[in-house]
């Protein structure tokens, strides 16, 4: 996979939100980072800890677990934006979040340039043939 910064700005585009679809993508892609080896171990066990402590914890911000869920999907974001941004990617185009990009998505440089650098000519570069109707 080649690192561009196209790819950095449609990693960072398809990441963040807070509807419910993107806390789900943030599970799913957490999960796939767990199990990632390039993700550091320190991260992974940072992220088990903060979770199981404060979930466990008799010190809560709000009565029930409103809180603990609330924190629990803060530490998936903040896991996410911290791992390796390759591991993101990937994980992203494992589970169809994120398309690899192929060379037919690129458009032909002679069809989009149609105009010449001249400003005087603007004519359109292509072919033709007569076509008799008889």
């Keep these: 996979m080649t690192k561009n910064k196209h790819s950095d700005d449609h990693v960072q585009r398809n990441m963040g939100g807070w509807r419910f679809s993107d806390i789900l993508r943030d599970f799913a892609v957490t999960w796939q980072l767990l199990k990632d080896p390039r993700v550091s171990l320190l991260l992974k066990v940072a992220l088990i800890f903060f979770v199981s402590f404060y979930w466990i914890s008799p010190l809560d911000l709000m ?12 530490a998936f974001r903040v896991f996410v934006q911290m791992a390796p941004r390759q591991a993101v990617e990937q994980a992203l185009i494992r589970l169809g979040y994120l398309r690899v990009p192929t060379p037919s998505d690129q458009p032909d440089r002679d069809v989009w340039d149609i105009w010449s650098d001249k400003p005087d000519n603007k004519t359109i570069p292509g072919q033709w043939r007569v076509v008799d109707d008889k």
Excluded: K, V
Excluded at 63 to 74: E, F, H, K, S, V
């Design 63 to 74: 009565i029930g677990p409103i809180d603990d869920t609330a924190m629990m999907i803060l």
